[in-house]
Nanobody, 120 residues
Framework: QVQLVESGGGVVQAGGSMKLSCAPS????????MGWYRQAPGKPRELVAQ???????TYADSVKGRFTIAGDNTKNTVSLEMNSLKPEDTAVYYC??????????????WGQGTQVTVSS
C-alpha cells in the first residue's frame, strides 16, 4: 500500500525560508500530477502548487514568485521551496499525487500533512 511521507515542516520567522519534501513509502507508479495543498484553520483546502508529468507548473496567485515546486517523475518525489514566508502562509501542508487509472479517473494519494507556522 502506497503512503506519502512528508518532511520539512516547522516554525519560521516571517521573511524566512522552508523546504517541504514528499516521497512515497512503497511502490512507485506513473503519475498525472504532483503537488502541494494547504489548509488553514476554518478555511477549505487550497492548491498551492502542482507540476504535471510533462513539467508544467501551476501556482496559486498568493505564492507566485515566492514558492517553487520541483518533482521527480521516476522517484515520485515532490518538493516545495518556500521563500519570503508570510504569516498568512501558516497552514497544514499536504502532499498530493494523482495517478492515472484504467477508468480514466485519477487516484489521489495524500500525505498526512505537516504544520508550517510563520511567526511575525
Amino acid at each position: 500500500q502506497v503512503q506519502l511521507v512528508e518532511s520539512g515542516g516547522g516554525v519560521v520567522q516571517a521573511g524566512g525560508s522552508m523546504k517541504l519534501s514528499c516521497a512515497p513509502s512503497g511502490s512507485t507508479f506513473d503519475i498525472s500530477t504532483m503537488g502541494w495543498y494547504r489548509q488553514a484553520p476554518g478555511k477549505p483546502r487550497e492548491l498551492v502548487a502542482q507540476v504535471t508529468k510533462t513539467g508544467r507548473k501551476t501556482y496559486a496567485d498568493s505564492v507566485k514568485g515566492r514558492f517553487t515546486i520541483a518533482g521527480d517523475n521516476t522517484k515520485n518525489t515532490v518538493s516545495l521551496e518556500m521563500n519570503s514566508l508570510k504569516p498568512e502562509d501558516t497552514a497544514v501542508y499536504y502532499c498530493n499525487i494523482r495517478a492515472p487509472t484504467t477508468t480514466g479517473r485519477d487516484y489521489n494519494f495524500w500525505g498526512q500533512g505537516t504544520q508550517v507556522t510563520v511567526s511575525s
